[in-house]
């Protein structure tokens, strides 16, 4: 299981004084606003960033960190992505599941069939997600609907779904 998640990326810096506009990946921007701390993907290491400010504007987020208080101190973080640790990430409610959880699930059809690998999630595609599976070398996307997708088991690393008419036609 991962322990980190995704929650944004640094898109751009935002004026003179180290704030930094971030594009996030999370499902609720809203979350900004609560959090204390973030963990940025340098490449080389994680960074710790402790959140001062969270302000939104438009479809971004904007970010002051506690020491970093120049334009000059926070460029070369542009295009980084900052992240969450288990701990820090939204509480789910019952039956709900981190999508980065599924990523490389095996996914069964409902009469116990091996069908492929779970290799991505497609998300803001309209009014569903969308796994995406590796099945006999090609890529099946399966709507994440109750018709299609029975049972989602993250502990067993398990999808079990019903291959509706029509998701296997070329």
Not at 18 to 32: A, L, N, S
Not at 48 to 61: A, C, D, G
Not at 144 to 157: R, S
Request: charged share 30%.
């Amino acid at each position: 299981m991962e322990d980190k998640f995704r929650v944004g990326v640094i898109a751009n810096t935002h004026g003179l004084r180290g704030e930094v506009k971030v594009f996030p990946t999370t499902e609720d921007p809203e979350r900004f606003r609560t959090l204390k701390e973030v963990l940025l993907d340098t490449g080389r290491e994680w960074l710790p960033l402790e959140v001062k400010s969270v302000r939104f504007f438009k479809n971004m987020v904007i970010v002051k960190f506690k020491g970093y208080d120049s334009i000059n101190e926070i460029e070369q973080y542009k295009g980084k992505d900052l992240y969450v640790t288990r701990e820090n990430a939204i509480p789910l409610e019952e039956g709900e599941y981190y999508l980065a959880d599924v990523i490389g699930a095996e996914v069964f059809t409902e009469d116990g069939g091996i069908f492929g690998e779970l290799t991505d999630v497609l998300t803001g595609n309209g009014a569903n997600n969308v796994f995406v599976v590796q099945h006999e070398g090609k890529e099946v996307l399966l709507p994440v609907i109750p018709d299609c997708v029975k049972n989602v088991d993250v502990e067993q690393g398990k999808v079990t779904v019903h291959i509706m008419k029509g998701l296997l036609d070329e």
